[in-house]
């Protein structure tokens, strides 16, 4: 197995399409082409990582956070980063990164945190835009029906819980080919007035090229008329962080040791006690203080996340119970996702999972 192959079953569980502009995800080291000798599955792909992975004999490193995050102009060793990566290289180990591709999934990092902390009916809580398009073309009526076949099969006209979703109208198109063109209908220097149905259907826009292959070869016409959009529309099924319910709701001091022991960190800094009882609960896993407003907006009783700075737990502004639980507490559980998954898809390879604890916060 190549570990082309292995990247096209990780691009299934998080597309890199749904990462963030500023993040570095997909293959960061390495030659796809590249046999599998066996996987090791890490937070941080740090120097004591891959050794690990050379003790293992696992020549795939697939992470969450991105060893290589910025640009580097130079590979001298002198940093933790540029170790790693010189060590990954001299073993020819390769390294995947998953990160805000994970992050922004509707079961990826911030729905494992919501099972974590026992919450339910959850949703997105900052739905990612410009994620997805609209594709219109057209067709003859007697070719329609096959045509809209084609394009759900590649993936258009996925709608949340719903698929072969698409808008069609009829109408009369016109064309005429030149001395050099086939046309399927009518004849070359004649001007022909055809029958056909407009079919308009959503994808998201990952899926463009197979849907555009699936266009392409379905459509009888020499040249086919389409066009695509970039809709503004938000996408409810992926984005940052996610809100629910507690069953039961608790004291404030009650939830703060509910959410230590389900996130096993060694500390909660926290803002101002309300002396009101947390129900609904948002959580964004790393860094999220961007969406503290959105929670406050969405009615949540507590945010739960990490990296908060001073000035912005007095974003509550008395309204919100804001708690930082550490950056890997709130992420902790996302190793054991890729595992499950990866073992799920390949339960006959060696998928292992690290034993090393990458967390750079040390507790007093």
Do not use: W
């Not at 029906?145 to 009369?172: M, P, V, W």
């Not at 399927?184 to 055809?194: A, D, N, R, S």
């Amino acid at each position: 197995m190549k570990i082309k192959q292995i990247i096209d079953i990780l691009e299934e569980m998080a597309p890199l399409s749904y990462a963030e502009d500023f993040d570095n995800v997909g293959l960061l080291v390495g030659n796809p082409q590249q046999d599998i000798s066996g996987i090791l599955v890490c937070h941080d792909a740090l120097e004591a990582v891959i050794e690990e992975a050379v003790e293992q004999k696992c020549n795939l490193i697939v992470c969450f956070h991105p060893i290589l995050f910025s640009g580097l102009k130079k590979i001298t060793g002198k940093n933790y980063v540029e170790r790693a990566v010189i060590k990954a290289i001299r073993h020819d180990i390769a390294i995947y990164a998953v990160h805000t591709a994970l992050d922004n999934h509707k079961e990826g990092v911030n729905k494992i945190f919501c099972e974590a902390l026992q919450l339910t009916q959850t949703q997105i809580l900052l739905p990612k835009t410009g994620h997805l398009k609209k594709l219109v073309t057209y067709a003859a009526v007697a070719d329609a029906a096959a045509l809209k076949e084609a394009l759900f099969g590649a993936g258009a006209g996925r709608i949340g819980n719903y698929d072969h979703c698409s808008f069609t109208s009829e109408g009369t198109g016109s064309f005429r080919g030149n001395e050099a063109s086939t046309p399927q209908l009518g004849t070359p220097g004649h001007l022909e007035m055809v029958a056909e149905t407009k079919i308009e259907v959503t994808f998201e826009k990952h899926l463009e090229s197979s849907i555009l292959r699936a266009l392409f070869a379905q459509h009888p016409y020499e040249e086919v008329a389409y066009e695509i959009y970039t809709l503004e529309n938000s996408y409810q099924h992926i984005g940052m962080g996610m809100i629910g319910e507690l069953e039961t709701a608790m004291s404030e001091k009650d939830f703060l040791e509910h959410v230590k022991i389900r996130t096993q960190t060694g500390g909660i800094r926290h803002s101002a006690l309300l002396d009101k009882p947390i129900k609904r609960v948002a959580v964004l896993g790393g860094s999220g203080s961007f969406a503290i407003k959105a929670a406050i907006q969405q009615g949540a009783d507590a945010f739960i996340t990490a990296d908060l700075k001073y000035h912005q737990f007095y974003e509550a502004e008395n309204q919100i119970l804001l708690a930082d639980i550490g950056h890997f507490e709130s992420e902790r559980y996302t190793k054991n996702y890729i595992v499950d998954y990866l073992t799920k898809k390949m339960p006959n390879f060696a998928i292992i999972l690290s034993s090393i604890n990458t967390n750079p916060v040390n507790y007093l």
